[in-house]
């Protein structure tokens, strides 16, 4: 990565994007780690009073939402809380925003439950 890119905040997220997706195609046990994620996150206080719970998922060649999910994401209810779930080794100490990113509420992983900054940003 040449200067310029190092200091664009797009190129940035392009590459831990790709680091990200790279430590979850090596992660081991991927189904053993889900199940102690989903379960961390059924046993969240939001989970049980949930009347509706909404799950992004986008695999292989089924239909792509990941660009219209933020704008979902945007306009929902202000007490719906935003939970993200993912593998440990996809957690990076930080990451560059833009004033178009969606923080989560919290990020759950195998390892623990990260409070995040929530829809008040950075």
Known sequence: MNPKQ???PKE??????EQAHANR???PDKDALSE?????FSGQAEFAAAR???AYIDVRTEVRTRHYLP????HARPDAPLVALAFE???FPEIP?????IFMDKIITERTIYLGKGRSGP
């Not at 102690?36 to 961390?40: G, L, N």
């Not at 925003?97 to 990113?101: F, G, I, L, N």
Request: hydrophobic fraction near 40%; aromatic fraction near 0%.
């Open 6 to 8: 190092m200091m664009d």
């Open 12 to 17: 940035i997220k392009k590459t831990i994007r």
């Open 25 to 27: 195609k090596a992660q």
């Open 36 to 40: 102690v994620i989903c379960q961390k």
């Open 52 to 54: 509706c719970v909404m």
């Open 71 to 74: 704008k979902l994401l945007e």
């Open 89 to 91: 080794c996809q957690i």
């Open 97 to 101: 925003t833009q004033p178009h990113d």
